[in-house]
């Protein structure tokens, strides 16, 4: 039952930030590539990739809080749905570059942003490592 509470507050905070960032307005942005939306997804990437590897890789993290944070809230940040949505009303309105541009920057700049989290989880772990064997051999 714990997981659930986790996971339904987790998705709470989630959806909240997600409709947050939303509804920044962009001054003297065209609406073409829905920035927002792009924004999301990548940063929702980058954290999911760090957070995975820092608690399966680095440190032992309860299982109920990682559900709270990668399915609750990370689930209800991203939104792969309203990129479709998204893409999709880009090619109704009739800009199908920028549709196409949308979808294969954010499906790119996702994989790379998981790439980087994936990196500086292990760049983090290698300098606890160190430190916490130079302390080691220090006692």
């Known amino acids: 039952m714990k ?3 986790f996971i339904g507050a987790g998705g709470f905070l989630g959806a909240i930030l997600r ?3 939303k509804t920044i307005p962009l001054h003297n942005y065209k609406e073409l590539i829905p920035i927002n939306t792009l924004f999301i997804n990548v940063t929702g990437s980058f954290i999911l990739a760090l957070i995975t590897t820092a608690a399966l890789e680095i440190f032992k ?5 990682r559900l709270g944070i ?3 809230f990370l689930g209800a940040y991203t939104t792969f749905s309203t990129l479709c949505k998204e893409g ?7 800009y199908y570059f920028s549709s196409l541009s949308y979808i294969v920057n954010s499906v790119i700049l996702g994989l790379v942003a998981a790439f980087f989290g994936v990196v500086l989880a292990r760049e983090v772990l290698k ?5 916490h064997i130079n302390s ?3 006692t």
């Open 19 to 21: 409709f947050w960032i």
């Open 61 to 65: 993290m309860d299982v109920d809080i």
């Open 136 to 138: 080691e051999e220090v």
């Open 70 to 72: 990668c399915t609750g």
């Open 88 to 94: 999709s009303e880009l090619i109704n309105k009739g």
């Open 3 to 5: 997981k659930y509470i």
């Open 127 to 131: 300098k606890y490592s160190s430190k």
